[in-house]
């Protein structure tokens, strides 16, 4: 699929990460709320960047 932001041109990355779906109760101003999460085994992965000569790391 051919994207285009601001006139420049560019193709979607396919992205796929496995992971388990996890739910968690809570009390909120005593009510009861169930909390939907998301758990993956494949760590993030540190992206290097640099902002007007600063590196950092994302």
Do not use: D, K
Not at 6 to 23: I, K, P, S
Not at 24 to 53: C, D, K, N, W
């Amino acid at each position: 699929m051919e994207l285009r932001y601001r006139g420049n041109r560019y193709q979607r990355n396919e992205f796929f990460m496995e992971g388990v779906e996890v739910w968690q109760e809570g009390i909120y101003r005593g009510t009861p709320h169930m909390l939907r999460g998301f758990h993956t085994s494949q760590p993030t992965a540190t992206v290097e960047l640099q902002y007007r000569g600063i590196c950092y790391a994302r």
